[in-house]
Every structure is written in structure tokens, then in C-alpha cells.
């Protein structure tokens, strides 16, 4: 039975082992699908997303920046916006125009702007005449004088003629230096004697953008970048200008003799209203490689009080590196989860098998616990069984200790009787000769009183009365079996009671030739008994001893006692013939005697034995290796009562 079921649950056992199998290699393959899918799906969602988020809080953060640039061209051209006004009312400006242009009215002037150039820092001052010659310039003195030159055309000469403050920026047609150019009229009212120009340079403001490495450019409503930090950007447009604007601005020389020539770029894309991303193909951008194409945000925004345009550039790369961190450590939580999953399901695995081998395991103790409880339950049976068998065993010893006990009282029954016939025969044996005796003494006595013969009647009546005495004396003996209650036990003094019969025997002839050697000396040894009737054993059994002693030469009795566990051992030897062989079963027999008719009775023993067992004790009688008789009364010690 129990086999069968061992083979089942082995069998489902590896069914289940099967299905994990299965079902850890199921969940590896999707796992490797779901990363082989999710990870480059997540990673390029992650990028898109960086991207934007960086891109949004790069728009943000250049926001700042621009507005920072814007008015720095702002701040750096208005602090001029008033010099040329001042200039035009400064009395040696001015006296150029009173009555002939005289040289010194010159040379004074040109050191006096080039002071002014020097203190205010720009790139030249200079004054026209209404024609637009060059009367007086801070760079007099220079190879590139801007004296005696005619900027007519400039609209700056233009706006000043008209009255009012003129703006215009241009690269120098003389100088070929990029500035902007601030112009005034000299005159008192509506008279216009000349015009003052402050030529602004920007190139401080280009280096310092240079600097700050940042790709910043400014231009203007033409779309022509007029302030670069870079040279390669500069007097290059963003868009392609149409033909006759393009014509018109070269011919009005503002950017002397560039060509305007526009920036390649390809595809286009709007991020927002100011960004858009653009590939552009600079010779100068790209380094090295002209021929490659590059990616570039461009965010612009007006410079507030000018038709001017700051655009900020900046590239993909900028970008690239928030994402390729962002990747980095996307990649790496990837790494963490997917080595947190592996783990997890190593993890998952040994649990399993702990767990499997935990069920094996109770399985064992529980089919071990069964086992047991069958061994039990058998041992139960066996051990009921065999209980029932040795109650039934015991039930058959007590029925046969019943029959024993039957048999036994049967025996002591059959025994009695034979006792009781033995006695019969031997009170019978012992009886009938005085009885006899006493008829043919009264029958005598009958016929001696017919005769007359008084005295021999009387002698005979003595002799009557003398065997009545004898039978009586033999009656009384007998009443010793008639006791039915055992005797009044009390603890006695064996040296005592020793002493007491001693004395009694001493009475006795057959005393002097004997010697008694009596041991019995410790007055502590006490037995339990009834000191009169131990006493009536001792003489018993001493004055047998005494009687086969009779006519012994070096008769000797020894007296002793020996302490036996609870019990003590009286021995009273003689080295008299001792017991014939066939007379020792039956010494203690009633009227059992080896004395002549007269001497003894045979109840002697037969009376110490039984008084000796009312005492709990034994009486019992053995020949000595060195001849005579030994008895030994066992009694209880007192002590141990
Ligand atoms: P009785 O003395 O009247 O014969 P007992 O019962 O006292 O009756 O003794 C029985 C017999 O035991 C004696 O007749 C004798 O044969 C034997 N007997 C007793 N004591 C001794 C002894 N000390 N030595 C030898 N025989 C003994």
C-alpha cells in the first residue's frame, strides 16, 4: 500500500519539477523578447524625451542669455547716441563753417576729434561738408584718412541733412572696418552747415562674444549678419536676398565690397516661432571638412529699439550629451532591473527548491510518522494480545493455584487422618496396657476380697490408681494439640530462659556425668516466643539428649546461638549415636519412639515442633559430621519482630 502511494507522489513530484522547468524557461524567452523590445523602445523614447527637455530648458536658460546679448548691443550703441549731438554744437566743429574753410580751422579740428576718439573710444569722428566731403577726421593723419573722401550716399548723411539723428550701420568703404555710424547736422536752426559722424566700432563687442565661445550673431533687416563673433559668419546671409536687393545693397556699398553671399543650407525644420533647425554647409563652419553637412538650432529674437536680430546658435552636440547621459543611465537602470530580475529569479529558484526539498522532507517524516503509528498500532496489537493471553494465563495459574490449594488441603486433610490414625493406633498401643493392667489388677482385686486378702486388694488398688495417673498423664499430654489459638508472642531473653531450664535439669541424675557447655552468654539476644513453653522445648530436647548420652564416657552437650537475618539459629549438640538413618524422617512424628516401653512417649518432639511453629519458627534435627545429634530451633529475633 504504502509503496504505491511512495510511487505516486514521486511521480507528481516530477511532473511539477517538469512544469517549472517549463515554466522558468517560458519566462526567460520573454523575458530576453520583452528586454530585446522594451529596452530599445524605452532607451529611444528616453532620448526623444531628453531631447526635448533639454532642448525646452535650453530655450529657456537662452532666452536670458540673448536678452543679456541684445542689450549689451543695445547699451553699447546708445552710450554714443548723444556724442554726436554735443559734437555739433562744439565751438571748433562749428567755427569750420564760419566764413572760409581755413587750414588751421582744420588741423585744429582733426586733433580736436582725434582727442575725442581717443577719450570716448570709437572708431572715428569725423565732419562733412553739405556735399558730403570730408572735411576734418579723427584719422587725419592715417593711411586710411577718411579727409577728402565723399560719403554722400551714406544714408546717414542723409537722415543728418534732413535734421535729425541718423543710425546706420556699414562696413567702411575707406577702412573696411565694420562700425555703426551715428550723424548730426552742424548749424544754427534750420541752417545746416555740415554734418558730424561718430563711427562706432563693434569689434569690442565681437571679441568679447568670441570669449565667451558662444555662437551668437546679429543681423540686420536684410538678414545680413553684421556683428559675428566669428569671421566666417560675417557680411554672409541667412537667406538668399532677391536679385535687385542684392544689386541695390552693393551698389549702395553699406557692406563695401561683399558679395552678400548667402549661407548653403538644407533641410529646414520650425521647433517654435524663434527656433528652428537648419543643415548648413559653411566652408568655415565645419573646420577642415567643407564639405559636410551640419546640423544647428538657431534661436532668434529681435534687439528691442533696432531692426536688428540676435540669433543664437548652438548644435545638436549641446543636446547630445544631456541624452547620452540620460542614456547612460537608462542603460544602467536597465542593467540594475535586469540583473534585480535575474537575481530575483535565482532567488524565486531556490526558494522553490528549498521549499520542494522542505515537502520531501515532511513527506519523509509524515510516511515515517505513519509507519511508526502502523509499527504502534501492530506493536498495540502483539502486546494486547499477548496481555490477553497472560490474563488468560493468569486466570489458568489461579484456577490451577485453586486446584494446588485444593490438593494441598485435600493432602493436609489425607495427612490429619493419617496423623489422627497414627495417633489413634499409638494412644490405642499406649492406653491399652494399663488398661489391661488395670482390669486384670480389679478382676484380682475381686477375687483377693472374696478371699480376703485385704493387704493384696489395697496393693492392687495402688497400682489401679497409679496407671489411672499414668493414663491421665497421658491425656494431658495430648491436650497441647487441642490449642486452636496461637500463643501470645513477647520478646524473651534467651540467656535467661537458657538459665531457667538449666537450673530445672539440674534436678536430674543423669546430669552430673554429662558436661553442658552453654554459649548463650550476650543478654542481649532476645527472641519472640512464650518463655514457659520455650522452656518446656529446651528441656524436651535436652533431656533426650541426656538420655542418649546415658552411661557415655566424656558426654558433652553444647549449647549456642546464631543470629540468621531476622531470625536466630538455637543449636543444642550432644555426642550421643545420633538418629538412625530411617528414624530422622520421623522423630517429630506423635508417639514416635526408639525408648523401652515406660521410658518415653513419643510426643516430645512432636509437641516442641508444634509449639516452635506457634512461635512463627522452626524446629529441625540433622546428625554432626562428628557424630551425635544436632537441633537447631529457629526463632524470630525480637528486635526484628
Ligand atoms: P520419647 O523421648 O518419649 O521417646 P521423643 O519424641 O522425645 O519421645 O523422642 C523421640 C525419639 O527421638 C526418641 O525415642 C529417640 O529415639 C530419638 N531421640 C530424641 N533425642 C535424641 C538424641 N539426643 N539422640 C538420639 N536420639 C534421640
Keep these: 500500500m504504502s509503496d504505491t502511494s511512495f510511487e505516486f507522489t514521486a511521480s507528481t513530484e516530477f511532473n511539477d519539477k517538469d512544469d517549472d522547468l517549463l515554466q522558468n524557461r517560458s519566462i526567460k524567452i520573454l523575458l530576453v523578447i520583452l ?3 522594451a ?3 524605452t532607451l529611444w523614447a528616453l532620448a526623444q524625451w ?8 535650453l530655450r529657456r536658460k537662452l532666452d536670458s542669455r540673448m536678452q543679456l546679448y541684445s542689450s549689451n548691443i543695445v547699451s553699447e550703441l546708445e552710450k554714443y547716441e548723444y556724442l554726436p549731438v554735443i559734437l555739433a554744437r562744439d ?9 572760409e574753410m581755413l587750414d588751421f580751422r582744420i588741423d585744429r579740428a582733426n586733433r580736436h576729434l582725434s582727442a575725442i576718439e581717443q577719450i570716448a573710444e570709437v572708431s572715428a569722428v569725423y565732419v562733412m ?5 570730408t572735411v576734418a577726421a579723427s584719422n587725419w593723419d592715417e593711411e586710411n584718412s577718411f579727409v577728402g573722401k565723399n560719403f554722400r550716399f551714406r544714408p546717414y548723411f542723409k537722415n543728418a541733412m534732413q535734421g535729425h539723428t541718423g543710425h546706420y550701420f556699414a562696413l567702411g568703404t575707406t577702412s573696411n572696418i565694420p562700425g555703426y555710424y551715428l550723424s548730426y547736422p552742424i548749424g544754427d536752426g534750420d541752417k545746416i552747415d555740415g554734418v558730424v559722424v561718430v563711427k562706432v566700432s563693434v569689434a569690442r563687442l565681437e571679441e568679447a562674444w568670441a570669449r565667451a565661445k558662444e555662437e551668437v550673431i546679429v543681423t540686420d533687416r536684410n538678414g545680413v549678419v553684421i556683428i559675428s563673433g566669428r569671421d566666417e559668419w560675417r557680411f554672409r546671409t541667412l537667406e538668399k536676398l532677391s536679385p535687385d536687393l542684392r544689386q541695390s545693397l552693393i551698389n549702395s556699398r553699406q557692406y563695401s565690397d561683399a558679395q552678400l553671399v548667402p549661407i548653403e543650407t538644407g533641410r529646414e525644420r520650425i521647433i517654435d516661432d524663434n527656433t528652428k533647425r537648419i543643415a548648413i554647409r559653411h566652408p568655415l563652419t565645419n573646420g577642415k571638412d567643407a564639405s559636410k553637412w551640419e546640423d544647428i538650432y538657431m534661436r532668434s529674437r529681435p534687439v528691442l529699439g533696432t531692426d536688428w536680430t540676435v540669433h543664437y546658435i548652438f548644435r545638436e552636440a549641446t543636446l547630445r550629451n544631456d541624452v547620452i547621459n540620460t542614456l547612460i543611465i537608462a542603460a544602467f537602470a536597465w542593467l540594475i532591473a535586469i540583473l534585480s530580475f535575474l537575481y530575483m529569479l535565482q532567488r524565486r529558484n531556490m526558494i522553490n527548491h528549498r521549499l520542494e526539498y522542505q515537502e520531501r522532507h515532511r513527506q519523509t517524516l509524515e510516511n515515517a510518522a505513519i509507519e511508526l503509528e502502523h509499527r504502534v498500532e501492530r506493536r498495540t496489537k502483539a502486546l494486547s494480545e499477548a496481555n490477553k493471553r497472560l490474563e488468560e494465563e493468569i486466570q489458568e495459574r489461579h484456577k490451577a493455584e485453586d486446584d494446588l490449594h485444593r490438593a494441598q488441603d485435600e493432602l493436609v486433610q489425607a495427612g490429619k487422618l493419617a496423623a489422627l490414625g497414627q495417633m489413634a493406633a499409638g494412644i490405642t498401643h499406649e492406653m491399652n496396657q494399663p488398661l489391661t493392667a488395670i482390669r486384670s489388677y480389679a478382676d484380682n482385686a475381686s477375687v483377693l476380697l472374696k ?4 493387704d493384696d486388694v489395697d496393693s492392687n488398688l495402688v497400682q489401679i490408681s497409679q496407671l489411672c495417673a499414668r493414663l491421665g498423664k497421658i491425656s494431658g499430654q495430648l491436650k497441647v494439640f487441642s490449642r486452636k489459638t496461637p500463643s501470645q508472642k513477647e520478646p524473651i531473653s534467651l540467656v535467661k530462659v537458657m538459665a531457667d531450664t538449666l537450673t530445672l535439669l539440674e534436678s536430674s541424675s543423669k546430669f552430673e556425668n554429662t558436661q553442658i557447655i552453654n554459649n548463650i552468654k550476650d543478654p542481649s539476644i532476645s527472641v519472640l516466643g512464650e518463655a514457659i513453653r520455650l522452656e518446656q522445648v529446651l528441656l524436651n530436647i535436652l533431656r533426650n539428649a541426656l538420655d542418649a548420652l546415658a552411661d557415655k564416657a566424656g558426654a558433652c552437650i553444647w549449647i549456642s546461638a546464631q543470629a540468621q537475618g531476622t531470625r536466630m539459629a538455637i543449636h543444642i549438640r550432644d555426642n ?5 538413618d530411617s528414624d530422622l524422617e520421623r522423630i517429630f512424628d506423635p508417639f514416635f519412639t526408639t525408648k523401652e516401653v515406660g521410658k518415653g512417649l513419643g510426643l516430645g518432639l512432636s509437641i516442641s515442633s508444634r509449639i516452635i511453629q506457634d512461635f512463627g519458627g522452626v ?9 551425635g545429634a544436632v537441633f537447631t530451633i529457629e526463632l524470630l529475633q525480637a528486635a526484628h519482630g
Excluded: W, Y
Design 35 to 37: 528586454i530585446s523590445i
Design 39 to 41: 529596452m530599445p523602445l
Design 50 to 57: 531628453t531631447h526635448t527637455n533639454s532642448l525646452n530648458d
Design 91 to 99: 565751438p571748433i566743429l562749428k567755427s569750420l563753417f564760419e566764413g
Design 129 to 133: 561738408t553739405t556735399q558730403g566731403n
Design 451 to 454: 478371699r480376703d486378702r485385704l
Design 576 to 580: 550421643g549415636p545420633g538418629f538412625e
Design 619 to 627: 524446629l529441625k534435627a540433622h546428625n554432626h559430621p562428628d557424630g
